[in-house]
């Protein structure tokens, strides 16, 4: 038996119409995982609807900082065994310039979001046993940069409680854990680029013996915190490419 197999496994995945959450989806359809896939572009989330491995995959778009189409997601959601929540994003901004408004942005898609999401899904039953829920934090948490004090913080947060998930549900089997990737080639990436220099990047790569990732490093993992291979393993933070 293959023990990264995901047959039999629905699997929900937010952020799925880019970057890390696109790649997770295709990989999790090719070990053979159903997937709910959400996003907020519909074009781009019909383009990794089409790069699934065909099965009984859905496809639902929605703007998750909204409360009513998030519960709308809950209400089409079957039972799963596996959560990945992928939405996010990112901005640099020195400490001195953050405002409320940055502050709301941030903490909401980052971390509201995949918090109020997860208790939804769970008071409404929608996790099943032995269920695998894993959450993306980042080496923003670990390494200290420039303008990063604002999304550093809501990853600090998630990666807190991701930890107290995993406590309170181990009497159901039920698994809590973050990957914190550092930089890894996604549009994320892509538009920081428009924001920190060329120069700094690159002192960024130089600084990672493995150098940039690309999003199957990512998804590879989160195939593994979704699969059997991880049923001992809750309340981690797996660092990817910090070197
Ligand atoms: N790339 C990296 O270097 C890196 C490193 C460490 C951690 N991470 C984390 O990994 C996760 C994925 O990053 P990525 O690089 O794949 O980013 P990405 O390519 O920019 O994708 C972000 C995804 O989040 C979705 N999203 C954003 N706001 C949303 C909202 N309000 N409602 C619903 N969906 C929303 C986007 O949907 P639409 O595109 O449809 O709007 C998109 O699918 C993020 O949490 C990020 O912080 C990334």
């Known amino acids: 038996m293959n023990a990264f197999d995901l047959s039999g496994k629905t699997i929900l995945i937010t952020g799925a119409s ?8 295709i990989s999790i359809s090719n070990y053979g995982g159903r997937l709910i896939i959400t996003g907020r572009n519909e074009d781009r989330l019909k383009e990794t609807f089409d790069s699934l491995k065909p099965g009984e995959h859905l496809a639902l778009t929605a703007n998750l900082s909204i409360a009513e189409e998030r519960d709308s997601i809950i209400e089409q959601t079957p039972e799963i065994n596996g959560v990945v929540h992928c939405a996010g994003i990112t901005g640099h901004l020195p400490a001195k310039f953050i405002r409320q408004q940055d502050l709301d942005e941030m903490f909401n898609i980052n971390f509201n979001v995949p918090v109020l999401f997860t208790s939804q899904l769970l008071k409404k039953k929608k996790i099943l046993q032995n269920s695998s829920i894993v959450f993306l934090s980042s080496i923003a948490t670990k390494y200290p940069y420039f303008g990063g004090a604002l999304y ?5 947060a998630i990666e807190s409680y991701s930890r107290v998930l995993a406590l309170e549900l181990a009497s159901k089997k039920i698994r809590s854990n973050c990957l914190s990737p550092s930089f890894v080639q996604t549009p994320m990436v892509e538009d920081t680029r428009k924001t920190i220099s060329k120069e700094v990047l690159d002192k960024f790569e130089k600084m990672m013996p493995l150098g940039f990732g690309e999003p199957e490093d990512v998804a590879n993992a989160i195939v593994f915190f979704l699969s059997d291979a991880s049923k001992w393993v809750t309340g981690a933070n797996l660092v990817l490419g910090g070197g």
């Open 152 to 156: 550093g913080s809501t990853k600090s």
């Open 18 to 25: 880019s970057g890390i959450g696109k790649q997770a989806a």
